[in-house]
Nanobody, 119 residues
Framework: QVQLVESGGGLVQAGGSLRLSCAAS????????MGWYRRAPGNQRHLVAS???????NYGDFVKGRFTISRDNAENTVYLQMNSLIPEDTAVYYC?????????????WGLGTQVTVSS
């Protein structure tokens, strides 16, 4: 059993910053790609950023240099530093991870953390 627990969401004014964290726990042998997705009301879930165990990163086009993803492999934790936030960034942000356990490899999702950016 593996759990992903997000934290760090909240309400912030436009132009402000937030740092999201996601800690994975449980039967973890290794984690390949970890990432953040978001879903705004009425929209589909979109990739925000992802990072491999080697540190290769990928960002959604809308990030435009405002967000930075990082991870601590020893702590099985991924972070998302969000700067220059705009109201369009308002969404539920979900953590995602490809986890290899002692038995199998599968993809896991966190429950999400709300980010609200006021204008």
């Amino acid at each position: 059993q593996v759990q992903l627990v997000e934290s760090g969401g909240g309400l912030v004014q436009a132009g402000g910053s937030l740092r999201l964290s996601c800690a994975a726990s449980g039967d973890i042998f290794s984690i390949n790609t970890m990432g953040w997705y978001r879903r705004a009301p009425g929209n589909q879930r979109h990739l925000v950023a992802s990072i491999t165990i080697a540190g290769s990163t990928n960002y959604g086009d809308f990030v435009k240099g405002r967000f930075t993803i990082s991870r601590d492999n020893a702590e099985n934790t991924v972070y998302l530093q969000m700067n220059s936030l705009i109201p369009e960034d308002t969404a539920v942000y979900y953590c995602n991870a490809d986890v290899r356990t002692s038995v199998y490899t599968r993809n896991y999702w966190g429950l999400g953390t709300q980010v609200t950016v006021s204008s």
